[in-house]
C-alpha cells in the first residue's frame, strides 16, 4: 500500500520560532498534498491544497504567510509554521492522494502535534 | 468548511454488538468516504462509495448512501475492542477538486471488552 511520511511526530518549540513539517510520499508520486489542522476531539480542517512545482491554494480564513507550503518535488511538501505562538498549537496533518486530479482515497501521514510555549 | 455532520457524536457499546454511525452532507458528490483515526494518530481509508451506488460491504464494515438524502452510514458488525477509534465520514465533490475531501465532524467509538 502507499505510504505517507510525516517528520516530525511532535515538536516543542518557543513562542515566536518557525517550526518545519515534512511530509513524504515513500513509493509514490504525489503531485497533490493536503495539509490539514485538527484540534483535539474535533475534525481535520483543510488548511491548504499543496500543488507541486506550484503555489499552494488556500483555504478561506488561513493565512498564508503564516503557513508557508513548499512542494518542491512529487514526494515531499514541506508546511512552515512561522513565528509559532500558542494557539498555533495543534495537531498537523498531511495527505496525498496517488490518483492526482481524481477524487479518490487519501494516504495519511500519522500527523505532528505542536505545542508552542 | 466543514460539510459533514455525524452523529452520534460518541457511541459506547460492549464487544460483539454492532455500531451504526451516520453522516449528513450539503452539496453534490463525486463519492462519499469513511476514515478511521486512533488517538493522536493520522488516519486510515476503510472504504469508498460512489455517488451512483448505494450499498458496499467490506469485511465487517457496511456502508450505505442515500443521495436524496444526502446521507451516508457505515455499520460495523461484531464489534472488537480494538474498533475503538474516531470515525470520520469524507465528501469529494461533484467538481474537480484535485483530491480534495471535506471531513465531518467524526463519531468517537468505544467498544468495551
Known amino acids: 500500500g502507499a505510504v505517507v511520511s510525516q517528520h516530525p511526530s511532535w515538536v516543542i518549540c518557543k513562542s515566536g520560532t518557525s517550526v518545519k513539517i515534512e511530509c513524504r510520499s515513500l513509493?509514490?508520486?504525489?503531485?497533490?498534498m493536503f495539509w490539514y489542522r485538527q484540534f483535539p476531539k474535533q475534525s481535520l480542517m483543510l488548511m491548504a491544497t499543496?500543488?507541486?512545482?506550484?503555489?499552494?491554494?488556500?483555504e478561506q480564513g488561513v493565512e498564508k504567510d503564516k503557513f508557508l507550503i513548499n512542494h518542491a518535488s512529487l514526494t515531499l511538501s514541506t508546511l512552515t509554521v512561522t513565528s509559532a505562538h500558542p494557539e498555533d498549537s495543534s495537531f498537523y496533518i498531511c495527505?496525498?492522494?496517488?490518483?492526482?486530479?481524481?477524487?479518490?482515497?487519501?494516504?495519511f501521514g500519522s500527523g505532528t502535534q505542536l505545542s508552542v510555549l | 468548511s466543514q460539510q459533514g455532520e455525524e452523529d452520534p457524536q460518541a457511541l459506547s457499546i460492549q464487544e460483539g454488538e454492532n455500531a451504526t454511525m451516520n453522516c449528513s452532507y450539503k452539496?453534490?458528490?463525486?463519492?462519499l468516504q469513511w476514515y478511521r483515526q486512533n488517538s493522536g494518530r493520522g488516519l486510515v481509508h476503510l472504504i469508498l462509495?460512489?455517488?451512483?451506488?448505494r450499498e458496499k460491504h467490506s469485511g465487517r464494515l457496511r456502508v450505505t448512501l442515500d443521495t436524496s438524502k444526502k446521507s451516508s452510514s457505515l455499520l460495523i458488525t461484531a464489534s472488537r475492542a480494538a474498533d475503538t477509534a474516531s470515525y470520520f465520514c469524507?465528501?469529494?465533490?461533484?467538481?474537480?477538486?484535485?483530491?480534495?475531501?471535506?471531513f465531518g465532524q467524526g463519531t468517537e467509538l468505544s467498544v468495551k471488552p
Open positions: 495527505s496525498a492522494s496517488r490518483g492526482g486530479a481524481t477524487n479518490e482515497k487519501l494516504f
Open positions: 513509493d509514490f508520486q504525489a503531485t497533490t
Open positions: 499543496s500543488n507541486e512545482g506550484s503555489k499552494a491554494t488556500y
Open positions: 452539496t453534490s458528490i463525486n463519492n
Open positions: 462509495i460512489r455517488s451512483n451506488e
Open positions: 469524507a465528501t469529494a465533490l461533484t467538481y474537480n477538486q484535485g483530491g480534495k475531501l471535506i
